[in-house]
């Protein structure tokens, strides 16, 4: 198991905002993250997205399909089965399979990229995108976090550290589950001193 990052996360009033590139999986008080429904009080304390491993599978598929119109034609040929098709259906065909891999790719890193997870000072906010036309906002306040636990599964997730945070609330506010995100365990630690930090000023 990989030496888990020491990852200290202020809690301060006036806390130092940091830039964060395109494609961070996880950010300490991110500058210029907003989201629509946040407060004018409220601060964005994590900013997260499910680890980059997990686009390895999608990605090598789609390295794979890239290759199959030029590995297609050698199979054929060592197979010795006669294959005669017009050279326009040939172009078309090809065309055709080139874009379904791009939109199969384009649709995995995209729902990679804008499906995010928000702590914020105040709450826990899931914002999930479908087929990019249809929007799943869910959150829940700090006051109603019952518990919160995290999980690692396999090699890979406790090598590289990344892990489902389950967040359970009370009443009708929706259970939360942020997926196979970095640092789960700094992540429960942060919220639960958070709620610490929210129930004391109350």
């Not at 008080?29 to 907003?34: D, G, M, N, T």
């Not at 290759?67 to 040929?77: A, D, E």
């Not at 928000?118 to 249809?134: A, G, K, P, S, W």
């Amino acid at each position: 198991m990989a030496d888990t990052p020491n990852v200290n996360v202020s809690l301060s009033d006036t806390p130092i905002q940091k830039p964060m590139g395109p494609f961070t999986s996880f950010a300490i008080h991110p500058s210029k993250v907003h989201f629509e429904t946040q407060k004018k009080e409220e601060t964005v304390v994590l900013f997260l997205r499910q680890h980059m491993i997990v686009n390895v599978p999608w990605a090598s598929l789609a390295i794979v399909m890239a290759f199959v119109p030029t590995i297609l034609p050698l199979i054929w040929k060592m197979t010795g089965i006669p294959v005669s098709l017009p050279v326009g259906y040939i172009i078309a065909g090809t065309a055709w399979w080139y874009i379904a891999t791009f939109g199969f790719a384009l649709a995995k890193f995209l729902g990679w990229f804008i499906n995010i997870y928000i702590v914020t000072n105040e709450r826990i906010v899931d914002i999930d995108f479908y087929f990019l036309l249809y929007k799943h906002f869910s959150a829940a306040n700090l006051v109603k976090i019952q518990d919160i636990s995290y999980t690692t599964k396999g090699i890979f997730g406790s090598f590289l550290n990344y892990g489902n945070v389950t967040i359970e609330t009370a009443g009708e506010a929706p259970h939360l589950v942020f997926e196979q995100v970095p640092n789960p365990e700094c992540v429960v630690e942060t919220i639960r001193s958070l709620m610490e930090k929210h129930s004391h000023n109350l």
